[in-house]
């Protein structure tokens, strides 16, 4: 499956995946991520459910947390 994150085109040897897999297959912490999937900005609480599909575009923010 082919997937654009952040611009940038990735290969993964699965045939699906939904955003939570996605982020632990990229050692991202879920609960320091704000998504976007072709567009849509996803609520935490539905990474889990959202759908990956080839060719899907996925934008991820890090939230950075400091003084």
Do not use: C, P
């Not at 996605?22 to 976007?36: F, G, K, P, Y």
């Amino acid at each position: 499956m082919k997937l654009v994150i952040n611009g940038k085109d990735y290969v993964f040897e699965h045939d699906s995946l939904d955003l939570l897999s996605l982020l632990e297959i990229i050692d991202t912490n879920a609960d320091t991520v704000v998504a976007e999937v072709n567009g849509e900005i996803i609520q935490g609480d539905y990474f889990g459910e959202t759908a990956l599909n080839d060719g899907t575009r996925v934008e991820l923010i890090n939230i950075v947390g400091g003084g």
